[in-house]
């Protein structure tokens, strides 16, 4: 089947637009997570959903960054009022359930504030 | 808090083998992924320890010991093609899916 798919694979924006990613997780994964990568960097968690709970915010940086799941499938994380330091590559991944120890992840969406 | 220690990056030889080390501090500990993550693709997952002891997959194992909160990836017979970042990942606060990654290891293979 389909892995995880992200749109757009890159964007480029101006300092203080706002940008929406979106992400298609792998059919049937309840879990889905938001993750923010810096060039050379680890993986930043952001954002966890499972399932209709209510979503794990702590790791959003700023109320700039808000996420949604709808349907319980595709997400949207939005940025807000874009800052150059938010240039990063942000992942998506999905799992099975929030048990699930392998997490699956997409392309990636490569985000440059100029 | 959480933090995960591991080298920034390791050179090794076509051929050769590699231990990728990975200490952390973590309340709630589950257990310890690691992933690789080629330049400008996305990660995936290698390895996952819940229990103390080596996983073994193909030519790359992993080992974990909760009492010295340490672990690592053992990579063998090295090929070009395991050049790239070696992310290790603990989960905690008692479930498998709340996931820390480390700041990665960039693995040079070299002829």
């Known amino acids: 089947g389909a892995g995880v798919s992200q749109s757009p694979s890159n964007k480029v924006t101006e300092k203080g637009k706002d940008v929406e990613l979106r992400c298609d997780p792998i059919?049937?994964?309840?879990?889905l997570y938001w993750y923010r990568q810096s060039l050379g960097q680890g993986l930043e968690f952001l954002i966890y959903?499972?399932?209709?709970?209510?979503?794990?915010k702590s790791g959003l940086p700023s109320d700039r960054f808000s996420a949604e799941r709808t349907g319980g499938s595709v997400s949207t994380l939005t940025i807000q009022r874009t800052q150059q330091e938010d240039s990063a590559v942000y992942l998506c991944?999905?799992?099975?359930?929030?048990?699930?120890?392998?997490?699956?992840f997409g392309p990636g969406t490569r985000l440059t504030v100029l | 808090g959480q933090s995960l220690e591991q080298p920034s990056e390791v050179t090794a030889v076509e051929g050769a083998i590699v231990q990728i080390n990975c200490t952390y501090q973590?309340?709630?500990?589950?257990?310890l992924s690691w992933y690789q993550q080629h330049d400008g693709g996305a990660p995936t997952f290698l390895s996952y320890?819940?229990?103390?002891g080596l996983e073994e997959t193909g030519r790359f194992s992993s080992f974990l010991s909760r009492s010295d909160s340490y672990g690592y990836l053992l990579l063998q017979e090295l090929q070009m093609k395991d050049s790239a970042s070696y992310f290790c990942?603990?989960?905690?606060?008692?479930?498998?899916?709340?996931?820390?990654f480390g700041k990665g290891t960039k693995l040079s293979v070299k002829p």
């Open positions: 991944a999905s799992s099975l359930a929030r048990s699930g120890r392998t997490q699956y």
């Open positions: 059919s049937g994964h309840t879990a």
């Open positions: 959903f499972q399932g209709n709970s209510a979503p794990d």
């Open positions: 973590t309340s709630g500990f589950y257990g």
């Open positions: 320890n819940g229990l103390d």
């Open positions: 990942a603990v989960h905690y606060g008692g479930s498998q899916g709340n996931l820390i």
